[in-house]
C-alpha cells in the first residue's frame, strides 16, 4: 500500500510507502513524518500512486489557469 502526501514545507506532493514513518522531500529537502503528514490519497501500487500525483497535479494547473483567465 501507498500514499500520497503532501510537503508541509512547500507543497508538493510526494509518494511514500504506508509503512514509511519518514520521507525527505526532493524539492526542499524537509523530513516528513508519514504518520503525521497530510494524505492526500491512498493506492495500491506505486505505479498507480504515481498516476495519482500527475492527475493532481494536472488538475492544479488546470484550476489555477482557469483562475487566472
Not at 13 to 31: G, I, S, V, W
Not at 51 to 59: D, N, S, T, V, W
Amino acid at each position: 500500500m501507498y500514499i500520497v502526501i503532501m510537503c508541509h514545507s512547500c507543497g508538493r506532493l510526494l509518494l511514500a510507502r504506508k509503512d514509511q514513518r519518514t520521507r525527505q522531500c526532493p524539492n526542499c529537502e524537509a523530513r516528513i513524518n508519514t504518520e503525521r503528514a497530510r494524505v492526500i490519497a491512498a493506492a495500491a501500487s506505486a505505479r498507480e500512486a504515481s498516476e495519482l500525483i500527475r492527475a493532481l497535479k494536472q488538475k492544479k494547473e488546470q484550476d489555477s489557469l482557469g483562475s487566472w483567465l
